[in-house]
């Protein structure tokens, strides 16, 4: 298997690559500021973040505050391990021969 072959596809969309980023060094991010600090719309953020949350790789808590709904995102143990192995293939693709 090349090393190519190990990227994980469900990292390749740049929005999740940011979700994924953003969570990495966060502990909960709300939807707002995932919204704002990726610069996208509420459909392209909920449509990742199903996608990322179906693959277990982020948890999603929705609540309520006082009468205002609230989501946020953190990302789960198998979410960590599976991205840090998708930035040290990509680490190793960067390497010169």
């Known amino acids: 298997m090349g090393i ?12 999740r690559l940011g979700i994924m ?3 990495m060094v966060n502990d909960w991010v709300d939807f707002t500021e995932m919204k704002s600090l990726l610069d996208i719309t509420d459909g392209n953020l909920a449509s990742h973040s199903s996608a990322l949350e179906k693959g277990e ?15 946020s995102y953190r990302v789960t143990n198998k979410g960590r ?8 293939s990509l680490e190793k693709l960067l390497k010169p021969k």
Not at 81 to 88: D, P, R, S
Request: no cysteine.
């Open 57 to 71: 790789y982020i948890e999603v808590k929705k609540e309520f505050v006082g009468k205002k709904p609230k989501t």
């Open 4 to 15: 190519i072959d190990k990227l994980n596809k469900d990292f390749e969309s740049r929005v």
């Open 21 to 23: 980023s953003i969570l």
């Open 81 to 88: 391990v599976a991205f840090e192995q998708h930035l040290k």
